[in-house]
């Protein structure tokens, strides 16, 4: 699925080889607005999340305090199935103990070590009535400051890999993608996300990850696949900068290697979401591609999604 | 029903000149013919014939041929060229007369001529708006990298301008780089550009002459909303076989031209290819991110002339050029192709009815192709793109009437378009693609376009076009926008209509001459254009996609007011000229926000576009010396271009190219025989772009949030050109047994060397600019600043020119 990006990369280089030199200028960018972002996403068999924060300005000083005291902490959320409510509590950095930091930091993304230093929540529930069951759909209001925001998404059906394997790359024995089977159902439309966790340990004794990753363009749907059953390959994230690792094997996993691959099933409107993240999160602002907007599900203004996602797992020993 | 009214009123108008002119006695004879070159036969453009004692000038056209309207009586004929020997003569009128009037070259003032250009005067001329340029001027001038190019002379111009130094294309007041027409040899060119945009489909050596028009376009020319650009090759020597080339820092030209049946026909044939991808092999080492790529491009013009009788003649034209980059990985088997060119050819058939009426009937094909082809192991894809114009001319000029020189005629274009097309296989597997689907339809024009003196002061031209544009199949129409879930689809047969276009576009300009030797003129231009050109990239590229209109994408309609101001000072020698402009633009063309390039290949691609209108409006200062040893030009340009796309933005944004100002500073001087030095000078305000104005994190990934489009703007552009070109003696001394002395005689082999350094104080311009991040947000130190791309420093080159 990464090889559509390969056209950008040569544009990219073709300019790149005549790129002469670069320098930092002073500007003037567009007035900004600041903007309720929303991070939201329910996943079978787990609880929603929602994270709020806003959107800051291009030179904003970015202290450790600018950053993560403005998450938002102070607004109504509520979840509805379409038959019951019910209002989401916060789960705050401040107060995880310290044997769960480690989901906290899949959680918040910061270090344990800042957990307590910053009061970061998340919206939740532990009512099991709103853990994520596909073929459900599930609505949030949020309200902050006077305003509303809402938005609802779906969990679709699982559609199941037939196998995942590991195969070394030429020229070596010890490296490889990882890769996976799929039977595309050529009867509805399929949109699907890869994340990966290496639960192997690593030289200190630690597990390699504390969190799923996502590759470099994680999400794809049967826009090209419709009712093909083919195989396909994905990089290891978490190694594509290891200046530790010889250039040519960045980016792939080692024989031994265990990686838990969460493999989910997604409806078109979070697939749109997703793939357009993540060609910006790719291209940045550079200018061969057109300025991009990332949709977003909630009315009322805010950035950001409420997404659904349909989770199978898979275990890959890399052998 | 205001339109209605003005049609009529225009038509009326346009046959108040025309109907006059049929109740004229015959008692006004014509006086018409050809201007060549002695001694190798090839015809002359631009040379000035007066007759006295009406004092009429008049200059050749591009084919050497001039007429005038006179009545019984004896007049004096003066005909000058600078670089010929003028001639004088007396001629008895009583009959029509047709001339063939061959000037002998003047060694004194050749090294004059080689740098002389001679345009028709702007303060005559009925024409708004309008340019010649000859590539014995632009020669003189800096070269970037030693490559000669007319199409960056051409944006020096008032009005005119690149994107970038690496953007594809040119920009005629405010209008779309797809808004030009831009013709080899009356063939249309879809990509103008090699190399992103850095250098011109033009070889130097090829091209005889340059015609921009970027004014009131006269009603023979149609189906483009800004201008259009008319290049002309040489025709070659009919009488001697020539060779002539260069040798330059990246690339090499060769051209041979000469007779096929001598005095009868002659060939011109000329070839260019870069060696930048063997110049930097050396270069690039195995752990260099460029190993394994390559660049090159070449082109080949070919053209022919044959003379068959008195009245007959036939030409025949063509361009091939191909640029191709290519990736290897050798280590990870992966592999990248990406070609694309133009390629065209043409036969037109040139016969003279009569002194008063001469036919030009032109058929072409013309095709633009685009190609990324990429493998990797099993897998591989294939994108491409392309377009496929076959066309018909058919333009008669008549000189029958006193006063008028009229050209009608028709056009007739039917294109065939495949804006993208993808084939991706894995293995055994062919992935499910929409079969590519090629869009069809039949462009015409019937034109008619009267040049009328209608006194000596005042003259018009006044012209009437009616397009008409048809859409047909095969075609099939989605009908929920996406594949693979498609509801349904209407499928139209082979040459079923699907939607037709059409409506008259009027054309006029008037010149008013006044007793100082200046004029005023007047022009308005209604323009359809049956073809948009959309781009997924803030940067113009070849990846581009132009589609002809549908049943969804209207075509672009656009009208242009133009007044200015004329006046030639210092004995003629130095022109000033001051324009002003108005354009309005509609159904407009871009990509609905958030498209992506692979939603082309799922869809009808008009499915993806929105619509929208534009305005720009400006005056331009135009002061050109024509004639001494210093010659150039300064042109400024003062304007505003505007886009107004609702479903992107809910206010007018401005275009990418809008520029409020824009300066070029051109000159020429020439020493002596041996050494004539130019320079150029630019300034503009910088362009716009979209950078974002907030940025975001969502499950840890850093977005940006952009709140309005084109709202930065780039720092300006300036940039200065040195050149200096030494010139070998035209003669050598030679002893002469029967004078028994040394004589002076022409060299067969001449040569010069051409000196230039492009962005002589080395400003860093600006290419693009993005934001880039430093540091690491959960450490406090991530800073987000604007970085400036700038392509070319100082570059020094040097290029070696000869013929013989």
């Known amino acids: 699925?990464?090889?559509?990006?390969?056209?950008?990369?040569?544009?990219?280089?073709?300019?790149?080889?005549?790129?002469?030199?670069?320098?930092?200028?002073?500007?003037?960018?567009?007035?900004?607005?600041?903007?309720?972002?929303?991070?939201?996403?329910?996943?079978?068999?787990?609880?929603?999340?929602?994270?709020?924060?806003?959107?800051?300005?291009?030179?904003?000083?970015?202290?450790?305090?600018?950053?993560?005291?403005?998450?938002?902490?102070?607004?109504?959320?509520?979840?509805?199935?379409?038959?019951?409510?019910?209002?989401?509590?916060?789960?705050?950095?401040?107060?995880?103990?310290?044997?769960?930091?480690?989901?906290?930091?899949?959680?918040?993304?910061?270090?344990?070590?800042?957990?307590?230093?910053?009061?970061?929540?998340?919206?939740?529930?532990?009512?099991?009535?709103?853990?994520?069951?596909?073929?459900?759909?599930?609505?949030?209001?949020?309200?902050?400051?006077?305003?509303?925001?809402?938005?609802?998404?779906?969990?679709?059906?699982?559609?199941?890999?037939?196998?995942?394997?590991?195969?070394?790359?030429?020229?070596?024995?010890?490296?490889?993608?990882?890769?996976?089977?799929?039977?595309?159902?050529?009867?509805?439309?399929?949109?699907?996300?890869?994340?990966?966790?290496?639960?192997?340990?690593?030289?200190?004794?630690?597990?390699s990850d504390l969190k799923f990753h996502k590759t470099g363009n994680p999400v794809f749907d049967d826009q090209f696949i419709n009712g093909v059953s083919f195989d396909f390959f994905y990089e290891n994230p978490r190694t594509r900068r290891d200046q530790t690792i010889a250039e040519q094997f960045r980016g792939l996993y080692k024989r031994n290697d265990t990686v838990i691959v969460k493999f989910s099933s997604l409806?078109?409107?979070?697939?749109?979401?997703?793939?357009?993240?993540?060609?910006?999160?790719?291209?940045?602002?550079?200018?061969?591609?057109?300025?991009?907007?990332?949709?977003t599900n909630f009315s009322g203004g805010a950035l950001g999604y409420f997404g659904g996602y349909s989770t199978t797992y898979y275990t890959l020993i890399c052998k | 029903m205001q339109k209605n009214r003005f049609i009529q009123l225009f038509i009326l108008l346009l046959l108040s000149f025309i109907t006059p002119v049929f109740s004229f006695t015959q008692s006004n004879f014509t006086l018409s013919g050809t201007v060549q070159d002695k001694e190798t036969g090839t015809t002359l453009p631009n040379v000035k014939l007066q007759i006295t004692p009406s004092k009429t000038i008049e200059i050749t056209d591009s084919s050497g041929y001039f007429f005038f309207s006179l009545i019984p009586g004896s007049y004096h004929l003066d005909i000058k060229c600078l670089g010929y020997k003028p001639i004088s003569k007396t001629i008895s009128i009583s009959e029509n007369k047709n001339l063939e009037i061959e000037l002998e070259v003047n060694l004194k003032e050749l090294a004059t001529a080689e740098i002389h250009v001679k345009k028709k005067s702007q303060v005559n001329d009925p024409n708004m708006g309008q340019i010649e340029l000859e590539m014995k001027k632009i020669k003189t001038l800096p070269a970037f990298m030693g490559e000669v190019d007319i199409l960056k002379t051409i944006q020096l111009l008032p009005g005119v301008s690149s994107v970038s130094e690496g953007g594809q294309g040119f920009y005629v007041r405010g209008g779309g780089p797809d808004q030009n027409l831009v013709l080899i040899d009356e063939v249309p060119v879809y990509n103008a550009s090699h190399l992103f945009g850095f250098f011109s489909v033009f070889n130097s050596d090829a091209v005889k002459s340059g015609n921009l028009i970027k004014g009131g376009m006269p009603a023979n020319f149609g189906g483009r909303m800004s201008s259009v650009l008319e290049i002309k090759t040489n025709d070659g020597d009919q009488q001697k076989v020539h060779v002539k080339g260069g040798i330059g820092l990246i690339s090499s030209r060769l051209t041979i031209d000469g007779p096929i049946n001598k005095g009868k026909g002659a060939f011109m044939i000329a070839g260019r290819r870069t060696y930048i991808d063997v110049l930097m092999k050396p270069f690039i080492t195995s752990s260099s991110p460029f190993n394994g790529s390559a660049y090159f491009f070449y082109d080949l013009n070919f053209k022919a002339n044959y003379t068959l009788g008195k009245k007959d003649k036939l030409f025949f034209s063509s361009y091939i050029g191909v640029d191709k980059f290519t990736f290897s990985n050798k280590n990870e088997g992966f592999n990248v192709e990406i070609p694309w060119g133009n390629k065209l050819a043409a036969l037109r058939w040139n016969h003279q009815y009569s002194e008063r009426l001469v036919m030009n009937a032109t058929s072409y094909t013309t095709n633009y192709t685009f190609g990324f082809g990429s493998s990797q192991d099993v897998f591989s894809i294939a994108l491409n793109s392309e377009i496929h114009d076959l066309g018909e001319k058919i333009e008669f000029t008549s000189t029958k009437f006193q006063k008028h020189k009229i050209k009608y005629g028709f056009d007739y274009i039917f294109h065939t378009f495949l804006p993208s097309s993808l084939s991706v296989e894995q293995g055994a597997n062919p992935l499910n693609i929409q079969s590519p689907q090629k869009l069809?339809?039949?462009?015409?024009?019937?034109?008619?376009?009267?040049?009328?003196?209608?006194?000596?002061?005042?003259?018009?031209?006044?012209?009437?076009?009616?397009?008409?544009?048809?859409?047909?199949?095969?075609?099939?129409?989605?009908?929920?926008?996406?594949?693979?879930?498609?509801?349904?689809?209407?499928?139209?047969?082979?040459?079923?209509?699907?939607?037709?276009?059409?409506?008259?576009?009027?054309?006029?300009?008037?010149?008013?001459?006044?007793?100082?030797?200046?004029?005023?003129?007047?022009?308005?231009?209604?323009?359809?254009?049956?073809?948009?050109?959309?781009?997924?990239?803030?940067?113009?590229?070849?990846?581009?996609?132009?589609?002809?209109?549908?049943?969804?994408?209207?075509?672009?309609?656009?009208?242009?007011?133009?007044?200015?101001?004329?006046?030639?000072?210092?004995?003629?020698?130095?022109?000033?000229?001051?324009?002003?402009?108005?354009?309005?633009?509609?159904?407009?063309?871009?990509?609905?926000?958030?498209?992506?390039?692979?939603?082309?290949?799922?869809?009808?691609?008009?499915?993806?576009?929105?619509?929208?209108?534009?305005?720009?409006?400006?005056?331009?200062?135009?002061?050109?010396?024509?004639?001494?040893?210093?010659?150039?030009?300064?042109?400024?340009?003062?304007?505003?271009?505007?886009?107004?796309?609702?479903?992107?933005?809910?206010?007018?944004?401005?275009?990418?190219?809008?520029?409020?100002?824009?300066?070029?500073?051109?000159?020429?001087?020439?020493?002596?025989?041996?050494?004539?030095?130019?320079?150029?000078?630019?300034?503009?305000?910088?362009?716009?772009?979209?950078?974002?104005?907030?940025?975001?994190?969502?499950?840890?990934?850093?977005?940006?949030?952009?709140?309005?489009?084109?709202?930065?703007?780039m720092s300006s552009y300036h940039r200065l050109d040195l050149s200096a070109t030494r010139f070998d003696k035209a003669t050598k001394k030679v002893y002469s047994y029967e004078l028994d002395d040394y004589i002076e005689v022409k060299k067969r082999f001449r040569s010069n060397w051409n000196f230039s350094v492009y962005n002589v104080y080395n400003h860093a311009n600006p290419f693009f600019l993005y934001l880039q991040g430093a540091g690491k947000l959960v450490q406090g130190n991530f800073q987000l600043s604007v970085k400036q791309v700038s392509l070319f420093p100082i570059i020094p080159s040097v290029t070696w020119n000869f013929n013989f």
């Open chain 1, 1 to 207: 699925m990464k090889k559509f990006h390969y056209i950008y990369l040569i544009l990219f280089t073709v300019f790149a080889f005549l790129n002469a030199c670069q320098k930092v200028v002073t500007i003037k960018l567009p007035n900004y607005d600041e903007k309720l972002v929303i991070d939201g996403k329910i996943e079978t068999g787990l609880p929603p999340i929602i994270i709020l924060s806003t959107t800051k300005d291009i030179f904003s000083e970015n202290t450790q305090d600018a950053i993560f005291n403005d998450f938002i902490s102070d607004a109504l959320i509520t979840i509805s199935d379409g038959t019951i409510t019910d209002t989401l509590e916060t789960i705050c950095s401040d107060e995880i103990p310290k044997e769960f930091q480690d989901i906290g930091y899949a959680l918040f993304g910061i270090p344990p070590s800042l957990m307590s230093k910053y009061h970061i929540c998340a919206y939740s529930t532990l009512n099991q009535a709103f853990f994520g069951k596909s073929g459900s759909t599930y609505s949030v209001e949020i309200q902050y400051k006077g305003k509303k925001y809402n938005a609802s998404t779906s969990i679709v059906e699982p559609t199941y890999l037939d196998s995942v394997y590991w195969k070394p790359e030429k020229n070596t024995n010890e490296y490889g993608y990882a890769y996976g089977h799929l039977s595309d159902p050529k009867e509805k439309y399929n949109a699907y996300f890869w994340e990966v966790l290496r639960t192997n340990l690593d030289k200190t004794g630690k597990p």
């Open chain 1, 267 to 295: 409806d078109k409107s979070t697939y749109n979401f997703l793939q357009k993240k993540y060609v910006q999160v790719n291209s940045g602002t550079n200018p061969f591609t057109i300025p991009l907007n990332i949709p």
């Open chain 2, 440 to 713: 069809r339809s039949h462009e015409c024009a019937f034109f008619i376009n009267d040049e009328y003196e209608i006194s000596e002061k005042l003259k018009v031209n006044v012209g009437l076009r009616y397009s008409a544009y048809q859409f047909v199949g095969p075609f099939t129409r989605y009908l929920n926008n996406t594949l693979p879930n498609q509801a349904s689809t209407i499928d139209y047969s082979n040459s079923k209509p699907i939607k037709t276009y059409g409506g008259f576009e009027p054309r006029v300009t008037a010149r008013y001459l006044f007793k100082d030797k200046s004029s005023i003129k007047l022009g308005y231009a209604y323009n359809f254009q049956y073809i948009h050109l959309t781009s997924l990239s803030t940067l113009s590229l070849p990846t581009d996609i132009w589609l002809p209109s549908t049943d969804l994408a209207k075509p672009q309609k656009g009208y242009q007011v133009s007044l200015g101001y004329y006046k030639n000072i210092l004995e003629e020698k130095v022109e000033l000229s001051v324009e002003t402009y108005f354009k309005g633009m509609k159904n407009l063309i871009e990509y609905k926000p958030g498209i992506l390039p692979q939603d082309n290949f799922t869809d009808n691609i008009d499915h993806l576009l929105v619509f929208g209108t534009g305005k720009s409006y400006g005056i331009e200062f135009f002061i050109r010396k024509n004639a001494g040893n210093f010659t150039g030009w300064i042109g400024y340009t003062l304007a505003k271009t505007e886009r107004y796309f609702p479903d992107i933005q809910a206010t007018p944004f401005p275009a990418k190219y809008d520029r409020r100002h824009d300066l070029s500073i051109v000159g020429s001087y020439e020493l002596n025989d041996r050494w004539t030095f130019g320079a150029v000078f630019v300034y503009a305000t910088g362009n716009t772009l979209t950078l974002p104005s907030s940025w975001y994190l969502h499950d840890q990934n850093l977005l940006f949030d952009y709140n309005s489009r084109n709202s930065t703007r």
